[in-house]
């Protein structure tokens, strides 16, 4: 299952849904428990953090692990690996303005200025006004870095 801030494994038990921690030693805990501890540490109505108990579809698990990933490899500054996993998310969810963005602005970063000048070129049409600073001085930044190749 998938709820705010954690990840767990949800086991069906006779006397209702049952849910493990691995990240607390494998800590089993029940539905009222869960709801409880959870809501301590997310501000949430009960209702949404008792339907953010349902099973998580496989989908859903690949992209929060990917985007753990990501952070992971941003933190790290390690750009190559960054763009590997954020080129899998925006594969997985093509229409998303805000992994394209993402793409973009790590292509720059990982030494790919085609790809990044493609992808920034796209989100500058549509972007908000917010970010337009940003995505014009990366893309200027990658604009420059093909023409010393060239």
Same mark, same amino acid.
């Given at each position: 299952v998938s709820p705010p801030s954690h990840y767990l494994a949800r086991y069906e038990w006779?006397? $209702? &849904?049952?849910?493990?921690?691995?990240?607390?030693? $494998?800590?089993? =805990? #029940? %539905?009222?428990e869960? /709801?409880? @501890?959870?809501?301590a540490m997310n501000p949430m109505p009960r209702h949404q953090i008792e339907s953010a108990l349902r099973p998580a579809a496989s989908r859903t698990t690949i992209i929060r692990m990917l985007n753990n990933l990501k952070a992971i490899y941003?933190?790290?500054?390690? @750009? &190559?690996?960054?763009?590997?996993?954020? %080129?899998?998310?925006l594969t997985l969810q &093509?229409? !998303?303005?805000?992994? #394209?963005?993402? =793409?973009?602005?790590? !292509? /720059? #970063?990982?030494?790919? &200025?085609a790809d990044a000048v493609d992808l920034l070129d796209v989100c500058l049409k549509t972007c908000p006004?917010?970010?337009?600073?940003? =995505?014009?001085?990366? =893309?200027?930044q990658a604009q420059s870095q093909l023409a010393r190749w060239n």
């Amino acid at each position: 299952v998938s709820p705010p801030s954690h990840y767990l494994a949800r086991y069906e038990w006779s006397d $209702g &849904p049952l849910f493990i921690d691995a990240f607390s030693r $494998g800590r089993i =805990l #029940r %539905h009222d428990e869960c /709801v409880e @501890w959870l809501q301590a540490m997310n501000p949430m109505p009960r209702h949404q953090i008792e339907s953010a108990l349902r099973p998580a579809a496989s989908r859903t698990t690949i992209i929060r692990m990917l985007n753990n990933l990501k952070a992971i490899y941003a933190r790290q500054e390690d @750009w &190559p690996a960054a763009w590997n996993v954020q %080129h899998r998310l925006l594969t997985l969810q &093509p229409a !998303s303005y805000s992994e #394209r963005r993402d =793409l973009g602005l790590m !292509s /720059v #970063r990982a030494n790919k &200025p085609a790809d990044a000048v493609d992808l920034l070129d796209v989100c500058l049409k549509t972007c908000p006004q917010t970010e337009r600073k940003i =995505l014009q001085s990366n =893309l200027e930044q990658a604009q420059s870095q093909l023409a010393r190749w060239n």
